[in-house]
């Protein structure tokens, strides 16, 4: 029987990660050239962790959803704002939404309802 450790599934799981964001800087890279076209390898990695991290603390866990979240990130700087704009804060801080109701949220608000 083959019996994985927990120093295993880390190291997996931090592989897994990495690889990920490997995959969405390239994702930006081709995808929004000309909005990350200011940002080095290194702050695009960066900047993919971060956006990771705050997923991951939304709730947002699926590689697609971190994906769409990513998107929204590089297209709207609302999200990027210190601190959030407060309909956004709304609705990240409320913790009766899931991950995937918060992205559909954010999605909502920033395409069809802020432009501010």
């Known amino acids: 029987m083959l019996k994985i450790r927990d120093e295993h ?3 997996l799981a931090l592989q897994q990660r990495t690889c990920f964001i490997g995959r969405m800087a390239g994702h930006l890279r081709e995808t929004f050239s000309a ?3 200011a940002l080095d390898n290194e702050r695009l990695r960066k900047f993919v962790e971060k ?3 705050t997923a991951e603390q939304w709730g947002i866990t699926e590689e697609t959803h ?3 979240l990513l ?7 609302q999200l990027r704002r210190n601190p959030l704009p407060e309909g956004i804060n709304a609705i990240v801080s409320d913790r009766r939404y899931c991950g995937e109701q918060i ?3 954010l999605e909502d608000r920033l395409l069809f309802e ?3």
């Open 9 to 11: 599934l880390r190291a």
């Open 114 to 116: 802020d432009r501010t």
């Open 51 to 53: 956006v990771c991290s």
């Open 35 to 37: 909005d990350v076209s």
């Open 71 to 77: 998107e929204l990130y590089v297209s709207f700087d």
């Open 103 to 105: 992205l559909l949220m």
């Open 66 to 68: 971190v994906e769409r």
